[in-house]
């Protein structure tokens, strides 16, 4: 897929992963400097590469990322030395300043990075104008690329705007997703910029969970190179809302495909809940039913045991009253109605089954207290999670 | 083991399983009136015998529990109705006021209980003075009975506590734990047995994480008939310290079963987070830990994945300063330092999974902040639990 105007992107094997025919660094460049928005992670436990781009990004503004998998550089011993040698690095290879240069990082934690590898084979990449390689190249357990882009008219002239992102374990994002860079020509002021990235990120990253884990590197970058020559947004006008609609088709793209690609997932699970009293309450009990052990174990069984989802609700914290709920089941293949008013309604095992055979299916939740709503993501618990986790760093 | 004085207990088979041999219904009696101590979950859900336990104690008085495992009375269409039934039921068999009975029920949630079936036949219940029958038959998906005793001399009398209990999935109390009823001879004032099982609770089952699942149906009750012949214990003194740490001996014991024996679990888990400012951070620290699905799943796989630890501290909403922090493994195997303020420490990768194999692991936590701490305890993430949890209805 073609980057937008202005941008390149490329990816090299530098030898950090014990994969050695697996490339494990990517660069992402723009042409001219652009306006970066950022949200990070929530944990207490933060990444040095994260704090080293809050340092650059005071500014509000960069001109590449690089980004290495198969390392966290997260509570390493030389962790900020290794972010800021792996800023140089990028910046010699891309010949500007390292004040320019953004540093992601991914994999396991606790573990110096190499960075020497990093050093001695960045002049190996080559940039091109193409995603995929660089979306392949920030994969750790992951098991496909994840792309995502629209486009928008603003005032006449083609906006694009491009993301990819990667999961797929530790993930229940809480400000930014494990990691995301989003390109665009856009032109847009910084603050109006930060805003679109953020409030889209409470509605779109901020509803996946694959494990209720947060990780310490979680980031989102969106940068803006300006050179779709539309007139730059500046206040939030007509321009302002096509362009946040456009990146949360992107950014909201990009998070089901993480739900979706889970570590050791084998479906999607979409929460939707209806009639609630406020989009707070409906998120909060959306959120504890992707979240559960016991649903998500229930999904991999293919078991209507929605006694689960209610037993979720009822811990989540939301308020509100049992007696009204209602939980159906859909997919592809059909819906089933599971639960009225609070309590079990005879149904078929059989079409539930074949219902949650599918790969993505849908739990529908109605509160009837209101008129707010709330879809969150999340995946089944499977047997390969727990083998991937079992020995993750072996 | 041998019931305290007065009490007795026994179990039948009922068929509410689809096990044909194995006991489902188990019954305590008092052959006088106890005062009764109950803590019940916080799950907004709620199934009915414990809305029924909450009328029926409005005098804090009972003489007998009725359990019944195999299905959980929560959110069935009759559940009220065929909770009264199960007490009247109960009644009946021991000749008492059905406002003398307690009822707990475990198992699926939803599902009509086929009341009939014990109407039908509790006849053939026969009590008697060992408890081990009865701690059977209220096991769901626990491979092992739960049980717990200790004795204490109050003013010259020797006064017992003996309790049971069990797990062992959707365990993640926030009150009671699953089901637990325990037995004491002891005299003492309602308002401070109720006391001391709130306190115990809040630092034995409250601290005990399976699956982070909070129960509907979670209910511990503590039942004292007096027949030890102690002077009834009416304030704070000496006796009801005494009686006090006797009963959370039992209590503890009792949440480390639930924990070891955890759906699927192959290892206990006892994280204590040492020199905290505050036994809460401490305790929401130690928690976060043994709740996390990636801590879980790496002690599953005798890996020494500290970074897991750090990141789940990170998130678990508590301050703390990671600059500060050192992580050790320890088990019956040896001890083994993997973090130091923070940063990852070399360490012997073989001592590590030597130490790791053991079926009980310590995650010992040193915050160098201050002189509080707390343990809570948990569980790995196993296959088993994947698999018993995929198929639990059928």
């Keep these: 897929?073609?980057?937008?105007?202005?941008?390149?992107?490329?990816?090299?094997?530098?030898?950090?992963?014990?994969?050695?025919?697996?490339?494990?660094?990517?660069?992402?460049?723009s042409s001219v400097p652009c306006q970066v928005g950022a949200v990070y992670t929530k944990n207490v436990v933060k990444a040095d590469p994260l704090l080293l781009n809050k340092e650059t990004l005071k500014n509000h503004e960069a001109q590449a990322v690089i980004v290495n998998s198969g390392n966290a550089n997260a509570c390493a011993l030389h962790g900020m030395e290794n972010a800021i040698r792996e800023q140089k690095a990028a910046a010699k290879f891309l010949?500007?300043?390292?004040?320019?240069?953004?540093?992601?990082?991914?994999?396991?934690?606790?573990?110096?990075?190499?960075?020497?590898?990093?050093?001695?084979?960045?002049?190996?990449?080559?940039?091109?104008?193409?995603?995929?390689?660089?979306?392949n190249a920030i994969m750790t357990t992951d098991t496909t690329e994840k792309i995502a882009e629209a486009t928008?008219?603003?005032?006449?002239?083609?906006?694009?705007?491009?993301?990819?992102?990667?999961?797929?374990?530790?993930?229940?994002?809480?400000?930014?997703?494990?990691?995301?860079?989003?390109?665009?020509?856009?032109?847009?002021?910084?603050?109006?910029?930060?805003?679109?990235?953020?409030?889209?990120?409470?509605?779109?990253?901020?509803?996946?969970?694959?494990?209720?884990?947060?990780?310490?590197?979680?980031?989102?970058?969106?940068?803006?190179?300006?050179?779709?020559?539309?007139?730059?947004?500046?206040?939030?006008?007509?321009?302002?809302?096509?362009?946040?609609?456009?990146?949360?088709?992107?950014?909201?793209?990009?998070?089901?495909?993480?739900?979706?690609?889970?570590?050791?997932?084998?479906?999607?699970?979409?929460?939707?809940v209806k009639e609630a009293k406020e989009e707070d309450q409906a998120e909060t009990l959306a959120k504890a039913v992707v979240s559960s052990s016991l649903c998500k174990a229930a999904m991999f069984g293919h078991d209507a045991n929605w006694g689960r989802v209610l037993c979720a609700m009822g811990y989540s914290g939301a308020e509100f009253d049992p007696a009204l709920v209602d939980v159906a089941f859909a997919s592809a293949c059909g819906c089933v109605k599971v639960c009225a008013q609070g309590k079990g309604v005879p149904f078929s095992e059989e079409l539930a089954a074949a219902i949650l055979s599918e790969d993505e299916i849908d739990i529908e939740i109605n509160l009837h207290e209101g008129n707010a709503e709330c879809t969150c993501w999340g995946c089944d618990l499977t047997y390969d999670y727990v083998k991937i986790n079992g020995d993750y760093r072996t």
């Design 1 to 29: 897929m073609e980057t937008p105007q202005g941008f390149y992107a490329g990816a090299c094997h530098c030898g950090i992963r014990k994969n050695q025919t697996k490339n494990d660094v990517a660069l992402i460049y």
């Design 152 to 272: 928008v008219v603003l005032d006449g002239k083609s906006v694009r705007i491009l993301g990819i992102c990667k999961g797929s374990g530790m993930i229940h994002p809480n400000m930014g997703t494990m990691l995301a860079f989003i390109l665009t020509d856009c032109a847009i002021d910084h603050t109006l910029l930060q805003k679109a990235l953020l409030d889209n990120t409470n509605q779109t990253f901020n509803r996946v969970s694959v494990d209720g884990d947060t990780s310490t590197n979680d980031m989102c970058l969106v940068m803006a190179n300006g050179l779709a020559g539309n007139p730059t947004i500046v206040k939030e006008d007509e321009s302002f809302v096509l362009f946040q609609q456009a990146l949360k088709t992107v950014m909201e793209s990009l998070a089901v495909q993480i739900a979706k690609d889970g570590e050791g997932a084998s479906r999607l699970i979409t929460c939707r």
């Design 95 to 135: 010949d500007i300043a390292p004040d320019q240069v953004l540093v992601a990082s991914t994999g396991v934690i606790g573990v110096e990075l190499p960075v020497e590898c990093i050093e001695e084979n960045l002049s190996s990449l080559q940039l091109g104008t193409t995603i995929e390689e660089a979306a």
